[in-house]
């Protein structure tokens, strides 16, 4: 078989993968120990994000004409992948945490809901919580006035209650 057709379904697996990703963020990891790639590892499965290592030359082939066509221009030197299919800010936040103990990890930018973003945006989107944060504060910014209305109806009630008294 020709070399193309051995690499066929690597490029498939790849666009399998990045399509329909929420997250797509790309690390150089040169320089990681082994035990230092298991924790990541472990770290980004827990997370629900998928790793992986590709070439280049086969991520390049794979995205050519898509929305992600703008990770080319990073594409050099080694190059790992985290993507997340279902949390737009998980691969960033996990890979930024862990590059704070880890100097040989790298963010060298990413594709978040179809948009390029480079390291430095990459670090930004990092910092925002998680979207099970997001809904419990959410849901506490909804809970507060309604309890402080309730309070408010008590407290009147009680009021009544001891001048009826």
Request: aromatic share 4%; charged share 25%; proline share 2%.
């Amino acid at each position: 078989m020709a070399k193309v057709e051995l690499k066929a379904p690597v490029v498939e697996e790849i666009s399998a993968l990045f399509d329909g990703a929420a997250t797509i963020v790309v690390v150089d990891a040169r320089g990681l120990t082994v035990a230092q790639d298991t924790v990541l590892r472990s770290k980004l499965r827990e997370a629900g994000v998928s790793y992986k290592v590709f070439k280049n030359t086969l991520v390049k082939r794979a995205i050519d004409g898509t929305v992600n066509a703008d990770l080319a221009g990073i594409l050099e030197g080694p190059s790992a992948f985290a993507v997340c299919k279902d949390d737009a800010t998980a691969a960033a936040r996990v890979l930024a945490e862990f590059a704070k103990t880890a100097d040989a990890l790298e963010i060298k930018g990413g594709m978040v809901e179809g948009t390029y973003y480079d390291a430095k945006a990459m670090q930004a989107i990092a910092e925002i919580p998680s979207r099970d944060v997001l809904l419990s504060r959410l849901l506490g910014s909804l809970q507060s006035p309604v309890t402080n209305f309730a309070r408010v109806l008590k407290q009147i009630a009680e009021k009544d209650s001891e001048s009826a008294a």
